[in-house]
């Protein structure tokens, strides 16, 4: 059997991204080796102070205070930059580079600021840069862009970029209460940075459409040259006006490339959007990001802009790409169960049974309009252990509640299997006063 090679992992930084990169790492460790047909090794780390208590478990011996052991270390094919700020993070990523390893940032001011010397550095000396955890935490937007809308140009890229702009509108919008008192509160639940200029004033979210435009339409564009604008001004009256215009005050980044016209502009600014449109309708930490492709037309994608488990995400996507690239394989695409190596690493998956399947319904029943009908039909809702929700009933016979009419029944249950839904329906089927299969929809209530 052939040996399953290695690629070992050096992390610069150990805060909360760091903690939580190497938190999953451990915890879907199998899962991924499977996935990528490599085993991982994470085998230096380098942090600011070794003595500090982390919440992750870390072998003390792969610990170092000297970033540069870690990029210079010849075993390590894979560098993960997770410190932040320009200044030692540039330093460290140019030496990585420059020695051949492939480096994946979550760092966009680094990206926004010295994108180009970055990536010429990488093409240099063939090695390669991701980033996917510096736009958008765990929305996988750069692979988006790069890959899946790789046959479009981008006429226009817009969206919601920043969690914690959007987290703070969010709540003035709903409570009414003003901007200062929610951005205390947004600091202590840890949303917005230690420096919350950069949230609050627009400056994290041009970094990343900084980034958007450079994927895009491959040119960086200085900070100088964007609107940058930030929430600090809005008034929760100013909500108020718009609510009643139709619209939702949201914090955008806007990337418009005019074809004709030959130009590219870079906004980031609070925006009065309809309510109808979907960007007025993503709210607290979430991103989204509205891709407007040639050939596509637009696609929209949502979810965690920040945090650590999100921003954890795109960084093992990222690595799982830089493995590739190490190792010159790509994702196993055509996936066949005998060999799907999952089935070896963990219990064989089985078909869920009808039973353990769990929902809410929402049933319609036309039933004649009759003293008792009520009780045989919550009856036979008992019989199963369904809990009904809700129920209404609309009269068919004009309302009138004369003669014997027929009625609609409609109710809702709280979560129970598909097969006791299943069997009530039988039930309610075999009863006299019902006059027709009953109606069924799903109850799509997702809370995740
Ligand atoms: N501070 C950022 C935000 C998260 O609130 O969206 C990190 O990019």
């Not at 609107?227 to 001004?233: A, E, P, Q």
């Amino acid at each position: 059997m052939a040996t399953i090679p290695t690629v070992n992992i050096g992390i610069l930084g150990l805060g909360v991204v760091g903690q939580g990169v190497l938190k999953h790492l451990n915890r879907n460790r199998k899962l991924l080796e499977s996935r990528l047909g490599v085993k991982l090794k994470v085998t230096k780390i380098a942090v600011r102070d070794k003595s500090l208590k982390r919440e992750v478990k870390v072998n003390p011996k792969i610990l170092t205070e000297d970033g540069f052991e870690v990029v210079n270390d010849p075993g390590i094919q894979v560098v993960c930059e997770l410190i932040g700020g320009t200044t030692l993070a540039k330093k460290l990523t140019l030496q990585a580079l420059k020695n051949g390893k492939t480096v994946v940032t979550a760092n966009k001011a680094l990206l926004c600021e010295h994108g180009n010397q970055i990536v010429r550095a990488a093409k240099k000396s063939n090695g390669h840069i991701f980033f996917e955890a510096s736009v958008a935490g765990g929305i996988p937007i750069i692979k988006s862009i790069r890959e899946g809308l790789v046959a479009n140009r981008f006429p226009r890229i817009s969206g919601i970029l920043n969690g914690t702009c959007n987290y703070i509108l969010t709540r003035m919008q709903a409570e009414d209460k003003p901007f200062e008192e929610i951005l205390k509160e947004a600091k202590a639940l840890g949303y917005a940075e230690a420096e919350e200029s950069l949230d609050v004033d627009g400056i994290d979210a041009a970094h990343k459409a900084g980034i958007l435009a450079y994927l895009a339409h491959g040119k960086w564009i200085s900070m100088k040259e964007m609107l940058i604008d930030g929430i600090r001004k809005v008034t929760t009256r100013d909500m108020a006006v718009a609510d009643a215009m139709g619209y939702r005050i949201k914090h955008i980044a806007s990337v418009e490339c005019d074809a004709k016209k030959n130009s590219l502009f870079v906004g980031v600014y609070p925006a009065l959007i309809p309510k109808t449109h979907i960007l007025g309708r993503v709210d607290d930490v979430y991103n989204a990001v509205c891709v407007s492709g040639d050939v596509v037309g637009t696609t929209v994608h949502i979810g965690r802009g920040a945090g650590q488990d999100a921003t954890a995400s795109a960084v093992i996507g990222d690595i799982a790409d830089a493995v590739f690239s190490v190792q010159g394989a790509e994702l196993m695409n055509l996936i066949d169960e005998e060999n799907y190596p999952l089935a070896a690493s963990s219990k064989e998956l089985r078909v869920a049974k009808l039973d353990e399947v769990i929902s809410s319904f929402y049933l319609r029943i036309s039933v004649v309009d009759q003293p008792g009908v009520l009780s045989q039909v919550t009856a036979v809702m008992a019989k199963e252990k369904i809990s009904i929700a809700r129920i209404v009933q609309d009269l068919d016979n004009n309302g009138t509640g004369k003669g014997r009419g027929s009625a609609v029944l409609t109710l809702t249950t709280h979560r129970c299997s598909e097969s006791a839904i299943a069997k009530a329906i039988s039930g309610l089927k075999r009863l006299r006063p019902v006059l027709s299969q009953p109606f069924l929809l799903r109850i799509a209530d997702f809370n995740d």
